[in-house]
């Protein structure tokens, strides 16, 4: 038997999304899937959250034969669904690092995005404590996927960026197995 079938076995794939906060975005953003061929297996939408650029993330898991995922991709771009991820193998890996500092008025959009296009990297969460208000010091953990191996280069990036912010970095942090 040959192999030929494999390109028409349907197979998982995840899908990050921004979206805007307004009626029909998501309805919009599955359409896209739907009509070249996905089928959805689930689809994770935190409105109550807010991405670095306030926006809001939706996770999609589908799953379709390979030759049919990149017609998705394109669909969902061509419909103006910002795709931040598409596929489980682009960043395999996570660090969670700590900024300190006058993290918001050193622009922290700015530095997100500098982080961003320093490493090959994507900022999946950003959690902001700023007890002083926004002129005192302040801290962001900052949790970054990046490509399989690739967690030393972004976390350089973000040092230099940090040090070009004059803001300290605690890094890389590490969540205790069992702990709440």
């Not at 320093?118 to 996927?145: F, H, I, N, Y």
């Not at 070009?164 to 890389?172: A, D, I, N, Q």
Request: hydrophobic share 40%; charged share 25%; proline share 5%.
């Amino acid at each position: 038997m040959s192999d030929d079938t494999s390109a028409t076995d349907p197979r998982a794939y995840t899908v990050r999304l921004e979206l805007v906060d307004e009626p029909g975005e998501l309805l919009g953003a599955l359409e896209p899937i739907a009509a070249n061929g996905g089928n959805l297996l689930s689809v994770f939408h935190e409105r109550g959250s807010l991405t670095p650029r306030g926006h809001i993330p939706v996770e999609v898991d589908l799953e379709c034969p390979p030759d049919r995922f990149d017609a998705i991709v394109s669909g969902l771009r061509e419909a103006g669904v910002n795709v931040i991820q598409a596929g489980a193998e682009r960043y395999g890996e996570q660090v969670t690092v700590l900024l300190v500092g006058d993290v918001i008025e050193s622009d922290l959009s700015d530095t997100l995005s500098s982080i961003e296009s320093k490493a090959d990297a994507s900022v999946s969460d950003v959690s902001l404590s700023a007890p002083g208000g926004t002129s005192e010091v302040a801290s962001a953990r900052l949790r970054l996927a990046a490509e399989t191996g690739a967690t030393g280069e972004v976390v350089g990036a973000v040092r230099e960026v940090a040090d070009r912010k004059e803001l300290r970095v605690v890094e890389p942090l590490t969540e205790l197995e069992g702990s709440a």
